[in-house]
């Protein structure tokens, strides 16, 4: 998620700083790294230009959203500007984000679709979710796989099963309920502390939805999710959301025929995300070359 606007205040002893967004304080954090490296640009009055994570934790007196990198900060003249950081230094930026992240969890979820005929009631269900946890060695540590029988409904409906290629009789027989699903995902995330790499925002989204649907306690104060489509766009520059399957192609050279298996569209995110950061490293590529 990208923001600009005038630094407001800044905490340096909570690493937080706030922006004024639609007329209402936003605050925002920094990691050790960062702060070390931008403290000697942030102060009220000077405007800023960065790209955080979509989910909140509460930082000195304040829920704030972690920065994930500085695009630009500047100062406001009367003749324009005087830059004191641009995106020229983007690629060390995001390398180090990557690099304070120990484990990464990659995750995938397909979920229950509207019938044809949409009802304006309907609310998604993870049906099946796939994920596994990777060290910053490339080591596997945990690779999991389940179908998830929903709580709303007692069986998918027959568009849901034609677009996910899932026989609703595998639901019924094979799946396992959300309560031992939610236990296994809170487990490994109290185990591992992963960051979580999604492609995509409907992952979160329907992860936080789950909860209050199933009365369970939200694990929202234990999940960093880091959307890896926002971070491409934002580094290509792109106007619209690139998809998953298109970045492998064009990444690899090679078609993938996407099956919407949860586990195999989370290998896919991770095989992207490797391509993405030895790009970061190389710099070789333009916005031109995903367009």
């Known amino acids: 998620m990208e923001h600009k606007g005038l630094i407001k205040s800044v905490d340096l002893k909570s690493k937080t700083f706030s922006l004024e967004i639609n007329k209402k304080l936003k605050f925002f954090y920094l990691q050790n790294n960062l702060l070390k490296r ?6 009220p009055g000077n405007v800023i230009s960065f790209v955080s994570e979509e989910s909140e934790e509460l930082h000195g007196l304040y829920f704030s959203k972690m920065v994930i990198y500085v695009i630009e900060i500047f100062v406001p ?3 324009g500007k005087r830059i004191l950081y641009n995106k020229e230094q983007l690629n060390e930026s995001l390398l180090n984000f990557f690099d304070s992240i120990d484990t990464m969890m990659f995750l995938d979820l397909e979920m229950t679709m509207p019938s044809y005929n949409k009802s304006k009631d309907f609310i998604p269900e993870i049906i099946q979710a796939g994920f596994f946890i990777v060290s910053k060695t490339g080591e596997v540590l945990l690779k999991e796989n389940y179908y998830v029988r929903p709580t709303k409904v007692y069986r998918i409906n027959k568009r849901t099963s034609k677009f996910l290629h899932i026989d609703s009789k595998v639901i019924s027989k094979e799946a396992i309920s959300y309560f031992k699903f939610y236990n296994k995902f809170k487990n490994a995330l109290k185990k591992y502390h992963p960051a979580i790499m999604i492609f995509g925002r409907n992952d979160k989204l329907v992860m936080e939805n789950s909860y209050t649907i ?7 104060y234990m999940s960093r999710f880091v959307n890896l489509s926002q971070l491409i766009k934002n580094y290509f520059e792109l106007k619209n959301d690139p998809g998953l399957f298109y970045l492998f192609e064009k990444f690899s050279g090679n078609a993938h025929h996407q099956t919407h298996d949860a586990l195999e569209d989370a290998e896919v995110t991770y095989e992207v995300y490797k391509y993405f950061l030895k790009e970061i490293k190389e710099n070789k590529l333009e916005g031109e070359f995903l367009r």
């Open 77 to 79: 003249t009367s003749r």
């Open 38 to 43: 931008f403290r000697k640009y942030l102060y």
């Open 214 to 220: 199933n009365g369970l306690p939200s694990l929202a």
